[in-house]
């Protein structure tokens, strides 16, 4: 089980220590964003800029929510500040315009802003750019797992370019799929959803996707049972509609809360939504998950095609404050 004891955080070097200047600034801008608002008429209801009403109030962690705040007073404060502007434009937002808004809304809050501060690198691999954020100190051990290879380690050979000592797990159903990740670390031939048991998923056949019956398992069971990492640096997860309800998995009160941590994770979520069985309500019901009930914050989410993509970091927990925000300190 992972702990909330406290991570002893190691200072930066004077060079590190220069991308510390304008933070001042930077906190001024995220802060900021939390009374903008674009001007879509019926995008939000009942925005009330003159105050912070009750439950977004409640769903912002203070300082005593998080124990370890005064080892990274800047770090959370920056952080916090562009969740209070999530949380306050996604409340008033209606559902059907969570697909075709939130990338803005991300944006507008600072996320963008917030991913060129922490000098995030782009891993582009066939159809699909994802981010990261290197690790301090850089030769520091890392892990990664892809679920849903694809046919495609692009991005992981980038990721491996950019941080040296990483060990490398690949998930995927189908053995030609998910084969060519031998040749970055350990593959396993197995499906993801959020329930065990057989699963009609879209699945990558001769360069061609088609729907077939595969054997699944959740993600609990393959990160906690199978892989028994109690840390994962980096995850991506490409499942063809399971996401939706895997996701939901790592909220607060989700099962994979308290048992591992996951640092950063690049996901897709799949559209057209009927087609994955969702709709408008749900796909916010999700984003909402993410937001208020989990670590995690968008720190990139470019606009969306047929398909959006999530960059979500863990911004709470010490062992990824430790490693990829202590610069913030």
């Known amino acids: ?102 990338a803005s809304v991300c944006a507008e809050c600072g996320s963008d ?77 197995l499906a993801v959803a959020s329930k065990p048991g057989q699963l009609n998923a879209s699945v990558l056949i001769n360069g061609h996707y088609t729907w077939q019956m595969v054997e699944a398992i959740t993600l609990e069971e393959l990160l906690i049972n199978r892989l028994k990492l109690p840390m994962i640096d980096f995850l991506f997860l490409d499942i063809e509609g399971a996401e939706y309800k895997v996701l939901p998995q790592l909220s607060s009160t989700g099962a994979l809360a308290n048992k591992t941590v996951i640092c950063q994770i690049n996901v897709e979520l799949h559209g057209p939504l009927p087609d994955y069985g969702m709709d408008a309500f749900m796909f916010s019901r999700v984003i909402k998950s993410l937001i208020f009930q989990s670590n995690y914050l968008p720190l990139w989410v470019p606009k969306p095609t047929s398909h959006h993509r999530f960059f979500l970091i863990d911004w709470k927990s010490p062992e990824c404050v430790q490693k990829y925000f202590t610069h913030w300190c």
């Open 1 to 102: 089980m992972v702990t909330s004891t406290t991570v002893p955080f190691s200072a930066p070097n004077k060079k590190d220590r220069v991308a510390r200047r304008g933070w001042p600034e930077i906190v001024g801008i995220v802060e900021a964003s939390v009374w903008r608002r674009r001007g879509h008429s019926g995008a939000c209801e009942n925005f009330d800029p003159n105050g912070e009403d009750a439950f977004v109030h409640n769903n912002l962690e203070k300082r005593d929510d998080i124990p370890h705040w005064n080892t990274c007073p800047r770090w959370f404060e920056l952080a916090s500040s562009l969740k209070r502007c999530l949380l306050h434009r996604i409340t008033y937002m209606q559902s059907q315009y969570y697909w075709s808004e939130i």
């Open 113 to 189: 802003l917030l991913k060129n501060v922490l000098g995030a690198k782009y891993l582009v691999n066939k159809d699909d750019v994802k981010g990261l954020l290197i690790p301090y100190p850089e030769e520091a051990e890392c892990v990664q797992v892809t679920v849903g290879v694809g046919n495609d380690t692009f991005a992981e050979q980038r990721l491996k370019e950019y941080v040296k000592n990483v060990k490398f797990y690949g998930v995927d159903p189908i053995l030609q799929s998910g084969e060519p990740y031998k040749k970055m670390g350990d593959y396993y031939q």
